[in-house]
Each structure stands twice: as structure tokens, then as C-alpha cells.
């Protein structure tokens, strides 16, 4: 039994009056598309049908409290909330996203249209040396949250420009896309962030970090040596580079390690549901301050 049908179980269990208003059905077995281009790269990828599940419950009030306390059993993410109304979030990996509204709010439901979630938006990077499945991440990560109310960007900090100073001013105007971002509520997605610049001079890496902005997530794509050597051949770089990249990610701040040998299903539960989190009702005293 899918976790949407147990959660209305228990309810008709309970005894709890109810009306099924909406309903999006249960899609087949879940198989991602191809999440990068021709040349490796971030691939943005429309979210195929049976990825998404979502239902909208009418609970007479008296039973809302109830209600949301099943839903809290199951795991799911409060995101918002008005009154008696509230949506829900989890992500499962044999289920796909899915979405429970409780005593829809036209209200809610209009902010969900406008895909506006509050007034502080979230930065969030992916990180590996190459071959390491960062960018196969991020590209699912950006597909499945297709169906979340917020405004999602994405940029790289991998510059190809000519020159010096060509870089400075692309990376320049991508930090302040990011400070602008965080502040009308988007949020930012990076392939790469500047975890590696000045890593030989200690003095100016203090400076620039006092300067840019913090990730509130980062993924550190974990795999051995070896397995980056299959996947990307002469352009791994030597293991000892490796060995020392990934000790760079390590000093950082708000990390979580992802091993980049698992089924992408599984890896996609544990990064969405760590995103939802950001935007749970129970942690958001901590973002929203």
C-alpha cells in the first residue's frame, strides 16, 4: 500500500469524517529519464507523470489535529499553513514526489500557483570531482521539484570565458544572482561553487569567505577513486587532487554526504526530503528569523 492510501486507511480507520476532493493516481514503476546532454552537462528535464502524486483532502475541523497527526506519523513536511488548511510534502523512493493538501485554501492554493514560498528563498549546491555524479543529481533534483511551489534557478560556477578578468565578472554577477535569489524567496541550484578557489592561498580563501554566500545545503557526491577513474577516464584527475578536493568539501558548512555508487532513487529521497526540510514549518524559525 502506497504511503497516500495508508495515511487515508488509518483515517476511515479512525473513523474520521472526510471527503476525497482530488485525486492524482499512483503513476507505474519509476524510471528517470536521461539527466544530462550529449556532453555531460545539466540537462533541464521535464518531470515525467508518475513522479508526482498528489491528493486534496476535505477533514471536518474538529478532526483537522487528527488528521495532521497521521500525516506527521507518515513523515511527511509541513510546508505551509492557514488555519485549518495545510500541504504536505515527502518524497519517496519507490513512489516518486507526493503531495497532500488538507482542507485546500484558496488562498494556499493561490501562492502555490505563483510558486511563491515565503520571503527568504535557499542556496543550494552540488559538489564532486569529475565523475563523482553531481551533475546527474542536480538535473533530477531540479526535474522532480518541478511540481514544488517555488521558483527554482540554476547556474554553474564552472566558467569556460577567455580571460582573467572574464571569469571575475561572471562569477561576480552569478553571487549577486544568488543574494538576489535568496531574498524574493527562489531557490538556487549550483553545479560546482568556489570550494576550490585559493585553495593554495589560505590569507585570500578567509577573505573571499567572508564575502560570498554560505550554501544552506551541500552535497558533497561521494565515490572512490577508481569508480571516478571508470566513469570519466583521462579527465580524472590525479587521485592524490582527488583525495584533497574532497578535504576541501569537507571544511564546509551544512553538508551532508551523498555516495554516488547508489541507485539514483535512493540518493534522490535523501536530497529532496533534506531540501523539504528547509521549508518544514517546524525548522523555519531557523531560516526565517
Not at 33 to 60: A, H, M
Not at 69 to 96: M, T
Not at 111 to 135: D, I, L, Q, W
Request: glycine share 4%; hydrophobic share 35%; aromatic share 12%.
Amino acid at each position: 500500500m502506497s504511503k497516500i492510501d495508508n495515511i487515508i486507511s488509518q483515517i476511515k480507520k479512525e473513523k474520521i469524517p472526510f471527503k476525497l476532493v482530488k485525486s492524482v493516481p499512483p503513476g507505474s514503476k519509476i524510471i528517470f529519464p536521461k539527466l544530462t546532454n550529449e556532453l555531460g552537462y545539466f540537462k533541464q528535464v521535464p518531470c515525467p507523470k508518475n513522479l508526482f502524486r498528489s491528493v486534496y483532502l476535505d477533514i471536518e475541523g474538529t478532526h483537522t489535529e487528527r488528521v495532521l497527526k497521521i500525516i506527521r506519523g507518515a513523515n511527511f513536511f509541513k510546508i505551509f499553513s492557514r488555519e485549518i488548511s495545510s500541504v504536505h510534502y515527502l518524497y519517496d523512493k519507490n513512489e516518486g514526489f507526493l503531495e497532500i493538501n488538507v482542507n485546500p485554501d484558496e488562498k494556499i492554493l493561490e501562492k502555490k500557483k505563483e510558486k511563491r514560498m515565503g520571503r527568504k528563498g535557499f542556496f543550494v549546491c552540488f559538489v564532486a570531482p569529475e565523475g563523482g555524479g553531481k551533475t546527474t543529481a542536480l538535473s533530477a533534483t531540479y526535474m522532480i521539484l518541478e511540481n514544488f511551489p517555488v521558483v527554482r534557478e540554476y547556474l554553474t560556477f564552472s566558467s569556460f570565458r577567455a580571460s582573467k578578468l572574464s571569469r571575475i565578472v561572471d562569477i561576480k554577477r552569478k553571487l549577486l544572482k544568488v543574494l538576489k535569489d535568496r531574498k524574493t524567496g527562489r531557490i538556487v541550484f549550483s553545479d560546482r561553487y568556489l570550494y576550490l578557489t585559493f585553495r593554495k592561498k589560505p590569507f585570500l580563501k578567509k577573505i573571499l569567505w567572508k564575502i560570498i554566500p554560505e550554501p544552506d545545503l551541500l552535497f558533497i557526491m561521494k565515490a572512490p577513486y577508481k569508480i571516478l577513474k571508470k566513469r570519466r577516464g583521462p579527465l580524472c584527475k590525479p587521485k592524490k587532487e582527488v583525495e584533497e578536493i574532497y578535504s576541501l568539501f569537507e571544511r564546509a558548512r551544512n553538508k551532508i554526504r551523498i555516495d554516488s555508487r547508489n541507485k539514483l532513487e535512493d540518493n534522490m529521497e535523501i536530497i529532496i526530503n533534506s531540501i523539504l526540510k528547509l521549508y518544514d514549518e517546524e525548522n523555519r524559525k531557523k531560516y526565517f528569523s
